[in-house]
T-cell receptor
Framework: SQTIHQWPATLVQPVGSPLSLECTVEGTSNPNLYWYRQAAGRGLQLLFYSVGIGQISSEVPQNLSASRPQDRQFILSSKKLLLSDSGFYLC???????????FGAGSRLTVL | SQELEQSPQSLIVQEGKNLTINCTSSKTLYGLYWYKQKYGEGLIFLMMLQKGGEEKSHEKITAKLDEKKQQSSLHITASQPSHAGIYLCGADYSGNTGKLIFGQGTTLQVKP
């Protein structure tokens, strides 16, 4: 079965600072990868979706970007954080040919 | 308005009681997923339903999808404190891409 690692688990950053959240997947090859954000009062929202290396689809307009430099590595970034970027960021993976999304443990970002 | 509505938003039950959580979609969905989340943690997959009228069970949890594929229910029999958490339904509207739209979640507390 696949395992998803996310780090850092917790991050406190000032407004205007850069961001890098990393997600790596073990136990599968060529997965579909997803970044979701869970913000207070707003539920779980899909941010980015990737079907392969270098292939990123942005689902909502925002201050964030994503990259997939390797098959099982998915990175969420920002050049300048906003207060509204605070939230709980979840990486998910779906094995090729499977239906189910498996989620990582999440990274909690607080922007002050 | 939300594409996917969950009800109730929160629920407090006595240990041993049965309960039902509902998930209603504004349009026909391709697949319906149920997840459980402990606060501040990742999502744990419970069940997936794809066919109209489908019903699945795992231990004391049963999920159903109606014939029109627009409404699902999650039923817990003889609830236990271990059932406490946030239950989320997610819908795939885009043909098995894994790009799930989630409901707002139902927070369940089970009193011993």
């Amino acid at each position: 079965s696949q395992t998803i690692h996310q780090w850092p688990a917790t991050l406190v950053q000032p407004v205007g600072s850069p961001l890098s959240l990393e997600c790596t997947v073990e136990g599968t090859s060529n997965p579909n990868l997803y970044w979701y954000r869970q913000a207070a009062g707003r539920g779980l929202q899909l941010l980015f979706y990737s079907v392969g290396i270098g292939q990123i689809s942005s689902e909502v307009p925002q201050n964030l970007s994503a990259s997939r430099p390797q098959d099982r590595q998915f990175i969420l970034s920002s050049k300048k954080l906003l207060l509204s970027d605070s939230g709980f960021y979840l990486c998910a993976s779906r094995r090729a040919g499977a239906n189910v999304l498996t989620f990582g443990a999440g990274s909690r970002l607080t922007v002050l | 308005s939300q594409e996917l509505e969950q009800s109730p938003q929160s629920l407090i039950v006595q240990e041993g009681k049965n309960l039902t959580i509902n998930c209603t979609s504004s349009k026909t969905l391709y697949g319906l997923y149920w997840y459980k989340q402990k606060y501040g943690e990742g999502l744990i997959f419970l069940m997936m339903l794809q066919k109209g009228g489908e019903e699945k069970s795992h231990e004391k949890i049963t999920a159903k999808l109606d014939e029109k594929k627009q409404q699902s229910s999650l039923h817990i029999t003889a609830s236990q404190p271990s059932h406490a958490g946030i239950y989320l339904c997610g819908a795939d509207y885009s043909g098995n891409t894994g790009k799930l739209i989630f409901g707002q979640g139902t927070t369940l507390q089970v009193k011993p």
